[in-house]
T-cell receptor, first 114, second 116 residues
Framework: AQKVTQAQTEISVVEKEDVTLDCVYE???????LFWYKQPPSGELVFLIR??????QNEISGRYSWNFQKSTSSFNFTITASQVVDSAVYFC???????????FGTGTKLQVIP | GAGVSQSPSNKVTEKGKDVELRCDPI?????LYWYRQSLGQGLEFLIY????????KSGLPSDRFSAERTGGSVSTLTIQRTQQEDSAVYLC??????????????FGQGTRLTVV
C-alpha cells in the first residue's frame, strides 16, 4: 500500500519569508516516483517536479528546492523568498514503479501575505 | 488536443439522477486517471486506465460509480443514483505511458458536480 502524508494543513507566511512544506511517504516498492503539484485558486493542478527513488540529489529550480531523504521517507519542498503568487495548495504525490496509480497527499494550503 | 479536456465544467443534478462526466486526454497518452476532490480536501483516487490493461478500479467508492475508456482515448465516468455526498470536483489526468518512463500526469480543469 502507498501513503503520502502532508501534516501541514495550512501555512501562512509573510512575503519574502522562506517556507518548507513537508511530505512523508510510505511504500513497499523499491522503485518509486515522487511528485509535487501546485493547485492555484484557478483549480488546475500544475506539475512542479518528479524524482525517482534512485536519485537522492537535492534539486533547485529558481526559488524552489526539494530535499529528498530516503532514510526518513521524506520529500520536502522549500520556497525561498516567498511571493504572493506562490499562494496555492501544494500536493505531494507518489507512484510505484511500473504501471501504477499516483497517490496524493491531502495537500498543504500556503497563503503568502503581502 | 493541447491539454486534457473535461466536460461539462459544471454540472448540477438532482439527487437520484445519473450523470456522465467526460474526459478527453492528451492525444497519444496511454494512461488516464480519475480523481475526486471534495471541498477543501485532497485528491481521492478513483480509477486508473493503462493502455489495454484491465483498469485499476480500487478507488471507486461504491458500485454506483463506473468508468470506461473507449478506444484507448476518451473516458466517461458515470455516477448512478447520485447522492449529495457525491458533490465534488472530478479531475481527469493523462500521462504518456507509465510514470516509470519519466513522465508526469497532466490534469484537466475538472468537472464541478453539485447534487441538490
Amino acid at each position: 500500500a502507498q501513503k503520502v502524508t502532508q501534516a501541514q494543513t495550512e501555512i501562512s507566511v509573510v512575503e519574502k519569508e522562506d517556507v518548507t512544506l513537508d511530505c512523508v511517504y510510505e511504500t513497499r516498492d523499491t522503485t518509486y516516483y515522487l511528485f509535487w503539484y501546485k493547485q492555484p485558486p484557478s483549480g488546475e493542478l500544475v506539475f512542479l517536479i518528479r524524482r525517482n527513488s534512485f536519485d537522492e540529489q537535492n534539486e533547485i529550480s529558481g526559488r524552489y528546492s526539494w530535499n529528498f531523504q530516503k532514510s526518513t521517507s521524506s520529500f520536502n519542498f522549500t520556497i525561498t523568498a516567498s511571493q504572493v503568487v506562490d499562494s496555492a495548495v501544494y500536493f505531494c504525490a507518489l507512484s510505484g514503479g511500473g504501471y501504477q496509480k499516483v497517490t496524493f497527499g491531502t495537500g498543504t494550503k500556503l497563503q503568502v501575505i503581502p | 488536443g493541447a491539454g486534457v479536456s473535461q466536460s461539462p465544467s459544471n454540472k448540477v443534478t438532482e439527487k437520484g439522477k445519473d450523470v456522465e462526466l467526460r474526459c478527453d486526454p492528451i492525444s497519444g497518452h496511454t494512461a488516464l486517471y480519475w480523481y475526486r476532490q471534495s471541498l477543501g480536501q485532497g485528491l481521492e483516487f478513483l480509477i486508473y486506465f493503462q493502455g489495454n490493461s484491465a483498469p485499476d478500479k480500487s478507488g471507486l467508492p461504491s458500485d454506483r460509480f463506473s468508468a470506461e475508456r473507449t478506444g484507448g482515448s476518451v473516458s466517461t465516468l458515470t455516477i448512478q443514483r447520485t447522492q449529495q455526498e457525491d458533490s465534488a470536483v472530478y479531475l481527469c489526468a493523462s500521462s504518456l505511458g507509465s510514470l516509470a518512463v519519466n513522465t508526469e500526469a497532466f490534469f484537466g480543469q475538472g468537472t464541478r458536480l453539485t447534487v441538490v
